[in-house]
């Protein structure tokens, strides 16, 4: 059957969400020269890195000598950087960030382990960040995370997830990121909930972000992909995990999304031999084994000459539909 092939846009979270959690300190030249593989790869957005307390995320310590020099070294890919209150924002801003991303998660207990503040006040903060960040001109994106469940409250009612993803909306998110930040979710659920969310936020303006803990990251991004999601969060060798939030393993691996998303007519823009490049640069960074689910096959496959043919060329570059 000829079906239209249809764009998503990946940002790949690795550099901040992947590498925020490793015990192994990875400096600064090895993060850039990450994240410039990435982009040799085709990834067209990146969350670099976040400008916290680096007390909370030593990893993140160097955003303001990372960011701008990431800038400078990619000018035609979009980095983005997670700030979790207007001092972070500031520190964004001197570094010449154009986007950043809040962090606001849906129920009081992980908003008081990640931020050390209650939802009350993380909504209101998160408000005011972003709204700080449209009057500077960033582009902004809002985290809604512990979407599906909570490390300590359990399951998450997606009504309180409705209610952060409104606020956050019409703080003026440009994007709003449903986040399964430890990876529990089914894709029944996913479904679910895209399907509630959709009633208040148009689907052109989520993206989903999966971790892929139970093994159903590639199962939940495909029920996203169904609910009409076209932007999606993933980090390369599926490095990835929130300090914060007990439980949580790596994310969704992007070459695992990349490779069911393109078997399913859609178009990543991304060459799967050059993304291996980069989860094969970050094993040796992070000294342990690395990749999505299918790495095994896929790095069979670059072995007998054949992931090139198969993939490459196969995408066109550009935006998400
Ligand atoms: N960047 C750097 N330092 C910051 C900061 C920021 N964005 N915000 C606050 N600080 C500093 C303060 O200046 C203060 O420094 P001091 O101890 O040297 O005086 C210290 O951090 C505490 O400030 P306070 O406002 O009391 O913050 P807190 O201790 O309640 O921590 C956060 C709040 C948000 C800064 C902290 O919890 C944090 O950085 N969390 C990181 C969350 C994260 O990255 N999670 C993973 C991603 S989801
Ligand atoms: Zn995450």
Redesign the pocket.
């Known amino acids: 059957m000829n079906r239209p092939v249809q764009n998503i846009l990946i940002t790949d979270v690795g550099p ?2 992947g590498l ?2 490793q015990a192994v300190p990875v400096g600064t030249d090895d993060k850039l020269r990450l994240i410039r593989m990435m982009a040799a790869a085709g990834v067209q957005s990146v969350e670099a890195t ?8 030593p990893q ?1 310590a160097d ?1 303001d000598e990372l960011l701008p020099r990431a800038q400078a070294a990619l000018p035609g890919v979009r980095l983005s950087a ?10 964004a801003r001197a570094a010449g960030a154009q986007e950043v991303a809040v ?1 606001l ?1 849906a129920t009081e207990t992980m908003n008081r382990k ?4 209650g939802l009350q006040q993380a909504m209101e903060v998160s408000e005011q960040t972003l709204q700080a960040a449209l009057a500077m001109g960033l582009r902004t994106r809002a ?1 809604v ?1 512990v979407a599906f469940a909570c490390p300590f409250e359990g399951e998450t009612p997606p009504a309180a997830v409705r209610q952060a993803a409104v606020r956050m909306l019409r703080a003026g998110a440009q994007e709003i990121v449903i ?1 399964d ?1 430890i990876g529990s979710a089914s894709p029944m659920q996913v479904g679910d909930l895209f399907d509630v969310l959709q009633a208040d936020i148009p689907v052109h303006r989520m993206a989903a972000h999966f971790h892929d803990t139970r093994g159903m990251g590639v199962a939940n991004a495909w029920a996203a992909l169904q609910a009409g999601i076209r932007r999606f969060d993933a980090s390369t060798g599926g490095i990835g995990g ?4 007990p439980g949580a393993a790596g994310n969704l691996a992007t070459e695992d999304l990349v490779l069911m998303a393109e078997r399913c007519g859609f178009s990543t823009g991304l060459d799967l031999m050059r993304l291996l490049e980069a989860v094969d640069f970050a094993q040796t960074l992070l000294e342990r084994p690395l990749g999505g689910r299918a790495i095994g096959w896929l790095r069979g496959e670059r072995d007998k000459g054949r992931l090139g043919s198969m993939f490459r060329g196969s995408s066109t570059q550009g935006q998400a539909a």
């Open positions: 901040r969400d925020q959690n976040s400008f916290v307390s680096p007390k909370a995320v993140m955003a997670l700030v979790p209150n207007l001092r972070g924002l500031e520190r962090v998660s990640n931020i050390n503040m985290y995370a986040a930040t929130c300090p914060f939030a």
